[in-house]
């Protein structure tokens, strides 16, 4: 079986965390995609993890077949990265809280009831 390709939105400190543990699964899971709005963050942890650096997640989420994203934003901004996985029928982990609203939540947890996307 393919390991899990598996894209982060967002390469600051829980995306190293994360790319931190995931490392131990590279037979399983690997990080193929990277995007955060500091570029210098992108390359860093895709530099460290063989993964393609994107400047737009929206981009990033267009083009790259994955099987997963980690949402990893600020819950300001989680929103949309979520939509545009959800349309792509792509599984997301997505770092809590989703949001600063309790309406944007359920918005969040709607979308991901409604693509119903299994790993």
Do not use: W
């Amino acid at each position: 079986m393919a390991p899990l390709r598996i894209g982060f939105v967002g390469a600051g400190r829980m995306g190293n965390h994360h790319a931190n543990k995931l490392s131990g699964l590279a037979d399983r899971a690997v990080i193929t995609a990277i995007d955060d709005v500091d570029t210098e963050k992108t390359n860093q942890l895709a530099s460290r993890t063989d993964a393609r650096p994107y400047i737009d997640y929206r981009v990033m989420l267009k083009r790259e077949p994955l099987d997963a994203v980690f949402i990893l934003t600020p819950p300001t901004v989680c929103l949309l990265p979520v939509q545009i996985a959800c349309e792509k029928k792509i599984a997301v982990f997505c770092e809590k809280p989703p949001s600063l609203s309790c309406n944007e939540t359920l918005q969040i947890a709607d979308e991901i009831d409604r693509a119903r996307i299994r790993i």
